[in-house]
């Protein structure tokens, strides 16, 4: 079974430039996640889509980072402009259905690391 | 308000011997305790879980341990092996704003000396 897939591994932008992730989960996982983990911190939630539609956003700066998940499967995460705070790992996850049950592992793409100068 | 909390940042252990990795938790609201393992460059991986009515489990060389009333949480790898050497993470589970959600610690890394 293929993981969670994203790109690009690696990017570097000028602050106040914009950027897009893009994430292709498990197969027939409904609930996907985005993550920002800054260095020395533990992956903080951003925003998670079950199916197309948006479950929990309310961690996303929604002035400069923005996503979605049109067809219920891809997903793309953008940020426009971006700030030296932003630099940190992306990570997409993706679970069968975190709406049914709090044992519903979720699993892990590689990640997007992300400098912003 | 960390409510998942890691407090040692870094864990070194001979080959052969046990390692344990400890974590905190303040929200009795979680009821779904999970481990994550992540190597350099790597995402996590899922590495063990347990039910918050369970006080442990096992898999192989890993077992996690729940105390709930003192709402901590331990991991046990025996015998540790180099390749264990990694960051592990420590995570809880608890439903809000419309769904199950896990909040994760700080991590662990640990490392394993041959």
């Known amino acids: 079974e293929a993981g969670v897939a994203q790109s690009p591994r690696y990017k570097i932008i000028e602050k106040r430039q914009s950027v897009a992730f893009w994430c292709n989960p498990i197969s027939g996982h409904a609930t996907l996640y985005w993550y920002q983990q800054i260095l020395g911190q533990g992956p903080k939630l951003l925003i998670q889509?079950?199916?197309?539609?948006?479950?929990?956003d309310s961690q996303l700066p929604k002035d400069r980072f923005s996503a979605e998940r049109l067809k219920g499967v891809d997903s793309t995460l953008k940020i426009q402009p971006a700030k030296l705070e932003d630099s940190a790992v992306y990570l997409c996850?993706?679970?069968?259905?975190?709406?049914?049950?709090?044992?519903?592992?979720?699993?892990f793409g590689p990640g997007t690391r992300l400098t912003v100068l | 308000d960390q409510q998942v909390k890691q407090n040692s940042p870094s864990l070194s252990v001979q080959e052969g011997r046990i390692s344990i990795l400890n974590c905190d938790y303040t929200n009795s609201m979680f009821d779904y305790f999970l481990w994550y393992k992540k190597y350099p460059a790597e995402g996590p991986t899922f590495l063990i879980s347990?039910?918050?009515i369970k006080d442990k489990n096992e898999d192989g060389r890993f077992t996690v341990f729940l105390n709930k009333s003192a709402k901590h949480l331990s991991l046990h790898i025996v015998p540790s092996q180099p390749g264990d050497s990694a960051v592990y993470f420590c995570?809880?589970?608890?439903w809000g704003a419309g769904s199950y959600q896990l909040t994760f610690g700080k991590g662990t890394k640990l490392s394993v000396i041959p």
């Open positions: 347990i039910s918050s």
């Open positions: 889509f079950q199916n197309n539609g948006v479950v929990d």
């Open positions: 996850a993706s679970s069968l259905d975190q709406l049914r049950t709090s044992s519903d592992t979720q699993y």
């Open positions: 995570a809880a589970s608890a």
